[in-house]
């Protein structure tokens, strides 16, 4: 257990609808990292927060969002989904950016219908 | 950008087999390089990892030496068991402090008895 959680573990919606996936980091730390892995694109970085600051971005769809909130939880909302959005989404979090070892949660299976 | 290549899997191995899995990587600067290990129905668990060239990171038997020459990070274990049975990434962090993990493709690893 790395001490990151995720809810819900299992996500199934149709096509259009939207969605929000829940991250909680490890006790004390700051910084939390949200990862896409699918059968086509493998697994791919999406976007950190620290502190509830946006640190980095990568290959995030427009239609994707996330946020930091104070209490250091994160959610990832996924909105007018599409078939290829089906994946696993994990979350990852470290106590900051300066510390590379990032602790992976259990991840959300989400399956657009 | 950042690139990281594995062998492809599956891989069959018997128990108490020796286990190599290659991986090479392409990064500017010095990057941090990664194994981690994904067990059937689970999250990504940190396996070991390297800072600098010649480091050599281990843990439960497995061993990867960062060669800066060869831009390599191969992973070995001496005698596999059937619980090492899982799919192995690779990854780096660009060098200069944590941030986004880029990974491979993963190599799956099914040892038998």
């Known amino acids: 257990d790395s001490g990151v959680t995720q809810t819900p573990k299992h996500l199934i919606t149709a096509t259009g609808q939207r969605v929000t996936l829940r991250c909680s980091p490890r006790s004390g730390d700051l910084s939390v990292y949200w990862y896409q892995q699918s059968l086509d694109q493998g697994l791919q970085f999406l976007i950190q927060y620290y502190n509830g600051e946006e640190r980095a971005k990568g290959n995030i769809l427009e239609r994707f969002s996330a946020q930091q909130f104070p209490d250091l939880h994160s959610e990832l909302n996924l909105s007018s989904l599409e078939l290829g959005d089906s994946a696993l989404y994990f979350c990852?979090?470290?106590?900051?950016?300066?510390?590379?070892?990032?602790?992976f949660g259990p991840g959300t299976r989400l399956l657009v219908l | 950008g950042d690139s990281v290549t594995q062998m492809e899997g599956p891989v069959t191995l018997s128990e108490e087999a020796f286990l190599t899995i290659n991986c090479t990587y392409t990064a500017t600067g010095y990057p941090s390089l990664f194994w981690y290990v994904q067990y059937p129905g689970e999250g990504l668990q940190l396996l070991l990892k390297?800072?600098?060239?010649?480091d050599k990171g281990s843990n439960k038997g497995f061993e990867a030496t960062y060669r800066k020459e060869t831009t390599s990070f191969h992973l070995e274990k001496g005698s596999v068991q059937v619980s090492d049975s899982a799919v192995y990434f690779c990854a780096l962090t660009p060098g200069g402090g944590g941030n986004k993990l880029t990974f491979g493709t993963g190599t799956q690893l099914k040892v038998e008895l």
């Open positions: 390297a800072t600098k060239a010649d």
């Open positions: 990852a979090s470290s106590v900051d950016p300066a510390q590379e070892t990032q602790y």
